[in-house]
């Protein structure tokens, strides 16, 4: 019996492992499902403790980390909670978490490389980002090797760094625009001959990969939550987080308590809290002005099926809008108390978290984890030399030529 099934939320068909959308057409997100009905942890290195609920197999040994999961004490206590746990990703090496590029986006990326090297994937594989997701990418490749287009907006390069001194597999080009040009551009060229796109949020290894967040800290802590948050941008990670919650239901030894998602947006750009709310919170100007601009996305998967809005209304749960000053004020609460340095997009997580304490949505006794997306970067740079992935290419958004540069570079730098 295969070790799961790729099915649409829509019509049910089961579909290719590797699918990315519904053959029939329907508008829905495509679902892995697994044979085994419950969590079983390995004994194998970081994420792949998970394996038997990850779209994989077989794993890549090398550089894997997951996410380290503890209750609160000095937060919880700022905020009068009895019942918070932080589910950290990144580095900290006092708590033995080693994501090594800071970042949760390491738990989509070695899912989904594991899944190109089966499909033995002689093309390119293009990924866009605004940076964090960029960088776990071109960790991965750096590990195996494997040839990888990055497509980022030149406002985020400074995100681009590595501790690999060999990046021969990555051909980096940076774009003037913002995240949906790249995105735009990415789309082009991974549709021509040679290159396959990387699937985003309908990737199952990238859900299921983030979703390894919600099995850590349940296994950890025993039992399902009564809330979840997050700071999101797509909101890939809140679907992520049901799903698994879904799935640890499932398990029956978890208890029976589906978290209510609380999923935090940095304003002035905030689509889905607008899309959510019915209101216009999204910037002309976007993303300038945010806390964090990895947490804008003009398209994210909002509306179709198993998407954002499908998952907040199943789960009772909220999106939120924070301004830079809550998110700041956040932050150092977070870091004075919990004693690890946070990416800015998580301390829009703490923020979210801090409204939610303050309205009531949340109650003393109610169990809490609360996904720190991303830090340590400091504490890394305490042990370890960051270096900037070199620029392949600079390309402007408007230059109708920019496709045509960008596969020609590829070939150079491949050689193919
Ligand atoms: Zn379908």
Known sequence: MDKYSVKCLLCGEVHDHYSLNCKNGDQSLLRAYYTAKQLIPTDMPGIWKYYNWLPVDGIIEEGSGRTVTYKSEALASKLGLNDLWIAFNGYWPEKKANLMT????????????????EQEEKRIMVVASAGNTARAFANVCSITGQPLLLVVPKESVHRLWTLHDDNHSVCLVTVEGDYFDAISLAGKIAARDGFVNEGGAKNVARRDGMGTVMLDAVLTSGKLFDHYFQAVGSGTGGISAWEASLKLLDDGRFGETLPK????????????????????????????????????????PYALKGGVKDVIEASGGDIYAVTNEEASAAQELFEKSEGIDLNPAAAVAVATLVQAVESGAVKPNEKIVLNITGGGQKRLMQDYELKQLPVSLEVSAKDEDAEDKVVKKVSEVFGI
């Open 102 to 117: 800071c970042t949760f986006k390491d738990l989509e990326s070695f899912p989904t490389m594991q899944r190109i090297r």
């Open 261 to 300: 998602l609380h999923l935090g947006q940095s304003l002035p750009c905030a689509p889905l809290y607008s899309l959510w709310k019915g209101v216009d919170a999204v910037d002309a100007a976007c993303p300038e002005g945010m806390y964090d601009d990895v947490l804008f996305n003009r398209k994210p």
